[in-house]
């Protein structure tokens, strides 16, 4: 995911345990690999087809808010039908709040 933040980090928040239950603290922190593009590998439990996550923007030092993704319109990732040891890439977009960055 390409998303500008000068400094701070990126989250993934949701209501299951893999995305930290809601809370943005134990949410799983993206890396970033190169300027504005970030990535995460998360291990997905098969025990749901559909789940629901956001993108959060942390600012550094304070580790507040930055920026936060609409709780109204969850991101859903849908793992029906793979089996067991499958793999998937998600490619998101998440608008940045950066002068002349789109995420992609």
Known sequence: MQYGLDEGEMV????????GRAE?????????????????TIEVPRTKDVYSYHYVA????????SRC???NSARR????????GSCMTVHDAFRSSKVGTMAS
């Open 58 to 65: 942390l600012a550094s030092a304070s580790g507040q808010l």
């Open 24 to 40: 943005v603290e134990r949410g799983p922190k993206m890396r970033r690999i190169s300027g504005d593009k970030w990535e995460v």
């Open 77 to 84: 990732v849908s793992i029906r039908g793979m089996p067991p």
């Open 69 to 71: 993704e609409a709780l």
């Open 12 to 19: 993934l928040t949701g209501k299951d345990d893999i995305f």
